[in-house]
């Protein structure tokens, strides 16, 4: 079985306001900069304190309201819907949380006690989450995220 999970970076680790839509010539800037950087080492640290194994890499997924940065998680292992769904609001948690700034170094991300959806630490925003299955494995896309910061 395949898992894919979409992350979306928030616009704010690009200097746009919190919730603001890139155009696609913003999104391609932003793929390589080092923001982007910073967020897919953030995802890595996620992965290696969970102990899951994925490939990552950047996409732009652009709409007709604009374009925004994604980390692609290609995970190694079968991972049933419910932890994929936990998985995806831990990451988006913490991209929403731990948005570069300047002037010091990015928190350390804490290691969730279990990998249950009961226990999802998520209590501000939304993120809306649609799961698509492909005909080998199942994915999953975070389509949006809305919230106050």
Not at 12 to 27: C, I, Q
Not at 106 to 129: A, F, L
Not at 144 to 149: A, L, N, Q, S, V
């Amino acid at each position: 079985m395949k898992n894919i999970l979409f992350v979306p970076v928030p616009s704010s680790w690009y200097g746009k306001p919190w919730g603001a839509v890139m155009t696609f010539e913003e999104a391609l800037k932003a793929l390589d900069s080092d923001e982007q950087k910073q967020a897919v080492a953030l995802m890595r640290e996620i992965d290696r304190q969970l102990g899951i194994e994925a490939e990552l890499s950047s996409s732009i997924n652009e709409s007709p309201d604009g374009a925004n940065v994604v980390i692609v998680h290609n995970i190694k292992e079968p991972l049933d819907g419910d932890t994929l769904r936990y998985l995806a609001a831990v990451k988006g948690k913490a991209l929403l949380d731990q948005s570069p700034d300047k002037s010091e170094k990015p928190k350390p991300v804490e290691k969730p006690r279990e990998i249950t959806p009961k226990s999802s630490p998520i209590k501000k925003g939304v993120i809306r989450i649609v799961h698509v299955p492909p005909r080998k494995g199942h994915g999953l896309i975070i389509t949006g995220m809305r919230g106050t910061k």
